[in-house]
């Protein structure tokens, strides 16, 4: 296809959950500033967005969230006191994540779900399409899924969410939707959304993970939405409706990932991601796999 669309420039973190799976590391922290090796969890999520052109971040965020506001700010003190050291190095680093993009902040005052959340930022988007990205999936920067996506609702308009095959004994942890697959691989378009369905009711095996590219429909019809699922306001549901009615707001197309995610949401696969990404390091990964091995032989 050869239509364009509007360029998109904005991308939307909701990061207002509480990290009840967490406690009591998040009691005081939040769960988006746990370190995933030595950068917390967010930072991974805000480079990816800049990776794809997207520079202008918008963080939904809630009660006790002002250390992620402070992640993205200077540090004067820490700053001086790294120069007076004479440490390079680690002054670079502190000064990366203030440097990556212009961040916004916006409350949500009441939680309730994701398509709340998502509303608040529509003040700031305004008439354009934007992304949503959840901090509890982490791409790695090989796999450039957010920019294909980008890249596809350029070309057909509407919506575009990420897509990726889990056992059928595993969709019930996400939304699942029904497709129709297209003249690209990699792309299909969604017929229909549940939001966490049993297992015998889903419709597919492609479950919906924390990307999203939206049209700016979205609003008007979360706005409407009642609550659904844990009497949340699901975006599902919204998406559902995007889905059945192409005249609201463009269809709704899935790009259908094959590539590495890192799910920080639970604390097994919190350690499981630390630990890959550790491995991979160039400065850390030879001795930890080293380590690693010794370790799992010992406790074999």
């Known amino acids: 296809m ?3 669309h509007p360029r998109i420039s904005k991308a939307v973190i909701p990061a207002a959950g509480l990290g009840t799976r967490f406690l009591p590391a998040t009691k005081a922290t939040p769960k988006e500033m746990l370190p995933v090796v030595d950068k917390p969890a967010i930072q991974y999520v805000v480079e990816e ?3 794809a052109g997207l520079d202008d971040v918008l963080m939904i965020t809630g009660r006790n969230k002002r250390p992620l506001e402070d992640h993205f700010d200077r540090n004067y003190e820490l700053e001086s006191a790294l ?7 680690r002054l670079a680093k502190v000064q990366e994540s203030s440097d990556l993009a212009t961040m916004h902040y916006v409350r949500q005052g009441d939680p309730r779900g994701l398509g709340h959340a998502v509303l ?3 003040p700031h988007v305004g008439h354009e399409p934007f992304a949503v990205l959840l901090g509890d999936d982490l791409i790695d920067p090989r796999d450039p899924l957010l920019q294909r996506m980008v890249e596809v609702q350029e070309q ?4 575009v969410i990420a897509l990726m095959e889990v056992a059928p004994e595993q969709i019930h942890l996400y939304g699942s939707a029904a497709v129709e697959p297209t003249e690209d691989g990699d792309v299909v378009k969604v017929t229909g959304l549940v939001e966490k369905p049993d297992p015998t009711d889903a419709p597919s095996n492609y479950a919906v993970i924390g990307r999203y590219v939206l049209d700016p429909h979205i609003f008007d019809i979360l706005r409407k939405t009642e609550p659904g699922r844990g009497n949340e306001i699901q975006l599902t549901d919204a998406l559902q409706q995007l889905a059945e009615d192409e005249k609201v707001g463009g269809p ?3 790009v259908v990932f094959k590539g590495r995610r890192y799910d920080t949401g639970d604390r097994g696969d919190y350690l499981r991601a630390i630990v890959r990404l550790a491995c991979e ?6 001795d930890f796999r080293a380590w690693l091995r010794s370790y799992v032989a ?3």
């Open 2 to 4: 050869t239509q364009s």
């Open 49 to 51: 967005a800049v990776s």
């Open 83 to 89: 120069q007076k050291k004479g440490d390079a190095s």
């Open 120 to 122: 608040c930022a529509a």
């Open 156 to 159: 057909r308009g509407g919506s």
């Open 252 to 254: 709704v197309h899935g």
């Open 281 to 286: 390091r160039e400065d850390l990964g030879p």
């Open 298 to 300: 010992e406790e074999m």
